[in-house]
């Protein structure tokens, strides 16, 4: 009797299924400070690219209140040294520092991605190139030369023609000319140029390891393209480390720029990044100290939400990936 | 061993002079590079315009008027010798020119050589710092795993690691120079290296610029914004590492025969656990002498970072790629150097 009711009640009722993507979360949601950080990530970023849409002010208006005006209702974050409103200013320059970060991860992880999973299917002399030039990249010391060849692009040394639509388009987001919009998504590519090498280091340790696989040896014998394997089995299935890597590079490119313009070879005035904001006010920093405290907390909140929801995601996507 | 070495010293020779090639030919080639700087500043600074003859001796000067081959393997070797020039000693033979700007017509090397004992100061108390707290706190945690203490040193570690630098260094300046000032209490003076003259601190009475006090109070704030992000990563490394070895057999067969566990934690496990924090530390060098370069300019610290910001800002190409050069070769030799010392303490890696 029991056994029949164990039958029809438990065996045959298949469980729920659960999505990869509902596990994923689940295991995701467990880390509190991570889902606290993506909630924060996503107020960074509609501040920045909504919040400019309902202020009144211009970022680059200047005298649009006093001269190093105090925190009111009317300029929340006070006004700079020549009067613009640091909060309008602060929005717009989340667009950059954001915006740029995002551009320089999307392009750099899929650099890295193509590099390293050609590299380590193939072999041969292409991976021994591949790996030699990443190797080689990978013992420069990276921040002074990202700073001379910024150095160099700001005396317009580095022509990098841009198609004329890229640059209009993302002047008309960061609100300004497109030859501004130019200088700065130069910056993105020299940034790019130092971002790709470790992703692609191990986005080949990934295909090497995943070639062995029998799959890979039947996908070939059923006699699929070298693309179509690359494609649709070596990347797919090390898709988790990559996202892994990427979401900490997007934290390490804020910090980069940020540190560039910091030192003022990075977004070059009147544009403003939040690290070139926070130089703004370095030459104050001992009249009115507090003035450096809103650029650095973004900067710093947008980088440790990202060191968290990068950490949770390594728990949630591949256990095994502990470090 | 000796194979090994000179094939590894072989390639990273290669190394430098692949990449210092690449980076001259960047500031060869850079279009109104050099000279529009430089005829700025003869405009700027002579009574006298400047004729045709006088760009031509410039460019013969600083061998701009040579194919780019010639000018580099002049600028780093010294070859060939031009009867129309002076002849150069060449980067290998510590000759790197003279500087344009920054201390005009001044060998390089003495310009960056000054800053150098400040910067290395800096970097020693740093690193210093860094290990002395990074390593019972990694060990700690690791011995304690899901104490509340371990949480709290997890989230410390995280707060470091994702502080940007510049932004440390801020609100260090902030609270103990601008706020102790209010407070009344001695306060740290946030510039220089060390003072232009004497000064009074609250409690502390009158400073004597240029003493060791002096110089002590101005190191604090540089050096805990340089070691900030090495305390939370090294931290984070001793952790995992202890964690690590004390799963080991050889930790377990110890308790077994009745060591009391600090001396287990201490003499068995902790030993074995620092041996891969030496790769990183060592890696970890060159990096931290990079990354001075924004600690000193917030502190106004005079040392050969703020130097390499001032050679770019004022484009003294020959003390920038100097400062490169010397820069390449630290991050160069500390990878020989960590394969080295990794197989001296590790008696179990071989080098084939």
């Given at each position: 009797m029991a056994v029949a009711e164990l039958g029809s009640q438990?065996?045959?009722?298949?469980?729920?299924e659960v999505s990869q993507l509902e596990l994923v979360w689940g295991r995701f949601s467990k880390h509190k400070l991570a889902v606290v950080g993506v909630w924060v990530l996503i107020g960074l970023f509609v501040a920045s690219f909504a919040g400019p849409l309902f202020?009144?002010?211009?970022?680059?208006?200047?005298?649009?209140?006093?001269?190093?005006?105090?925190?009111?209702?009317?300029?929340p974050f006070g006004t700079d040294d020549v009067g613009r409103d640091v909060m309008t200013r602060l929005m717009y320059a989340g667009r950059i520092s954001l915006l740029l970060a995002l551009v320089v991860t999307v392009a750099s992880s899929a650099i890295g991605v193509v590099v390293g999973a050609v590299s380590g299917y193939f072999g041969g002399w292409v991976d021994a190139l591949a790996m030699r030039l990443v190797d080689f990249m990978l013992t420069l010391p990276i921040l002074p030369l990202l700073l001379i060849m910024s150095a160099m692009s700001i005396r317009g040394g580095l022509p990098i023609a841009f198609p004329e639509p890229l640059t209009r388009l993302f002047g008309w987001i960061w609100d300004m000319t497109p030859e501004r919009a130019e200088g700065v998504l130069i910056l993105a590519v020299i940034l790019i140029a130092f971002q790709w090498q470790s992703l692609a280091r191990l986005v080949r340790g990934q295909v090497l390891a995943l070639r062995a696989q029998a799959y890979s040896e039947a996908a070939q014998a059923l006699g699929a393209s070298s693309l179509h394997i690359i494609a649709r089995h070596m990347i797919p299935n090390s898709l988790a480390p990559i996202i892994v890597a990427t979401t900490f590079n997007f934290g390490g490119v804020i910090i980069t720029e940020a540190a560039l313009s910091f030192v003022g070879f990075g977004v070059q005035a009147p544009s403003a990044s939040w690290g070139s904001m926070l130089n703004g006010v370095r030459d104050f920093i001992m009249l009115?100290?507090?003035?450096?405290?809103v650029p650095g907390l973004a900067i710093f909140l947008a980088s440790m939400s990202i060191n968290f929801i990068g950490d949770a995601l390594r728990d949630a996507l591949d256990p095994r990936l502990k470090l | 061993m000796t194979n090994y070495l000179i094939r590894r010293l072989g390639e990273s020779f290669l190394v430098l002079v692949l990449s210092s090639g690449v980076v001259f030919a960047m500031l060869y080639l850079?279009?109104?590079?050099?000279m529009t700087e430089i005829l700025e500043f003869r405009r700027q600074s002579s009574r006298f315009p400047v004729n045709p003859e006088d760009i031509e001796r410039l460019k013969r000067q600083f061998d701009l008027d040579l194919p780019l081959w010639q000018a580099y393997t002049r600028w780093?070797?010294?070859?060939?010798?031009?009867?129309?020039r002076p002849n150069r000693a060449g980067v290998i033979r510590g000759d790197l020119g003279l500087s344009w700007r920054v201390s005009q017509n001044e060998p390089t090397l003495q310009v960056l050589l000054r800053p150098l004992p400040n910067t290395l100061i800096l970097m020693t108390t740093s690193t210093l710092l860094a290990l002395v707290v990074a390593v019972p706190i990694g060990v700690y945690s690791a011995v304690n795993q899901y104490s509340r203490v371990d949480y709290l040193v997890t989230a410390g570690t995280f707060l470091g690691i994702s502080m940007p630098v510049f932004w440390l260094g801020s609100m260090l300046i902030l609270l103990f120079s601008f706020q102790f000032k209010q407070w009344g209490l001695?306060?740290?003076?946030?510039?220089?290296?060390?003072?232009a003259r004497d000064y009074v601190l609250p409690l502390l009475g009158e400073i004597e610029a240029g003493t060791l006090v002096d110089r002590g109070l101005r190191l604090i704030m540089p050096t805990l914004t340089l070691s900030l992000l090495q305390m939370a990563a090294w931290s984070r490394f001793t952790r995992a590492s202890m964690l690590e070895v004390l799963r080991q057999d050889y930790v377990r067969t110890a308790r077994a025969k009745g060591l009391i566990e600090r001396f287990v934690i201490a003499r068995h496990a902790l030993r074995n656990a620092l041996i891969p924090l030496i790769t990183i530390v060592t890696l970890a060098l060159p990096g931290l002498y990079g990354g001075a370069i924004i600690t000193e300019t917030i502190f106004n610290y005079q040392g050969m970072g703020l130097l390499f910001i001032d050679a770019l800002t004022q484009s003294d190409w020959p003390v920038a790629l100097a400062y490169l050069m010397v820069l390449s070769v630290l991050t160069v030799g500390a990878n020989v150097l960590a394969d080295v010392v990794y197989t001296l303490v590790d008696p179990r890696i071989r080098i084939a």
């Open positions: 438990d065996i045959l009722a298949r469980p729920r202020s009144p002010y211009d970022p680059e208006a200047q005298f649009v209140g006093p001269i190093f005006g105090d925190l009111t209702a009317a300029n009115q100290p507090w003035r450096a405290f | 850079a279009p109104g590079g050099p780093a070797f010294g070859w060939p010798v031009l009867d129309d001695p306060y740290l003076p946030p510039g220089s290296a060390v003072a």
